[in-house]
T-cell receptor
Framework: EAQVTQNPRYLITVTGKKLTVTCSQN?????MSWYRQDPGLGLRQIYY???????DKGDVPEGYKVSRKEKRNFPLILESPSPNQTSLYFC??????????????FGQGTRLTVV | GDSVTQMEGPVTLSEEAFLTINCTYTATGYPSLFWYVQYPGEGLQLLLKATKADDKGSNKGFEATYRKETTSFHLEKGSVQVSDSAVYFC???????????FGPGTRLSVLP
């Protein structure tokens, strides 16, 4: 089954304690992205990756890091989380626009609370 | 840069009412257009898509037509059900920017 898997689904942590949210896809997609969803603000892109070792900032990259060492994995790293990073996070994968088939597949989401 | 604007709602309808959620976009190039749906507690799922002007996407009774002249992709359904209650996102992909841009989402509540 084609899917994007995020872990954990729920996480409560304290300010400053480094954390990683994992994301893995089994569709051999080149593109992967991280979004955060906040009430009234919709989905905002944090980082995206067009392929292995190729990443770029989205609209709200401050306070986040990513890496793309393998095609299937795209972890999101918060080196020093702060309460304003409390949010619902989604990972997504897709093929590149040049394929003409750019449907994005989303993970189930990670609800992060930073206290 | 590319952008998507949609009515933010919330939208509250009675069962069997007609639904329209407006979506307009700004993009360079020739983007593909999408509607995604998010049910409570879940991730986003593709509802329908259109890849070129005048294409009509349809699924589960929902329809949207890619109108290049008005840069719009309005979502419609003739008769909504309680099970359609969700948040709906309009999105584009494949303009000359990077991959996806989402609208703010429209929360739909359908009352029995």
């Amino acid at each position: 089954e084609a899917q994007v898997t995020q872990n954990p689904r729920y996480l409560i942590t304290v300010t400053g304690k480094k954390l990683t949210v994992t994301c893995s896809q089994n569709m051999n997609h080149e593109y992967m992205s991280w979004y955060r969803q906040d009430p009234g603000l919709g989905l905002r892109q944090i980082y995206y990756s067009m392929n292995v070792e190729v990443t770029d900032k989205g609209d709200v990259p401050e306070g986040y890091k990513v890496s793309r060492k393998e095609k299937r994995n795209f972890p999101l790293i918060l080196e020093s989380p702060s309460p304003n990073q409390t949010s619902l996070y989604f990972c997504a994968s897709s093929r590149p626009p040049s394929t003409g088939n750019t449907e994005a597949f989303f993970g189930q989401g990670t609800r992060l609370t930073v206290v | 840069g590319d952008s998507v604007t949609q009515m933010e709602g919330p939208v509250t309808l009675s069962e069997e009412a007609f639904l329209t959620i407006n979506c307009t976009y700004t993009a360079t190039g020739y983007p593909s257009l999408f509607w995604y749906v998010q049910y409570p507690g879940e991730g986003l799922q593709l509802l329908l898509k259109a890849t070129k002007a005048d294409d009509k996407g349809s699924n589960k009774g929902f329809e949207a037509t890619y109108r290049k002249e008005t840069t719009s992709f309005h979502l419609e359904k003739g008769s909504v059900q309680v099970s359609d209650s969700a948040v709906y996102f309009c999105a584009l992909s494949g303009g000359y920017g990077q991959n996806f841009v989402f609208g703010p989402g429209t929360r739909l509540s359908v009352l029995p």
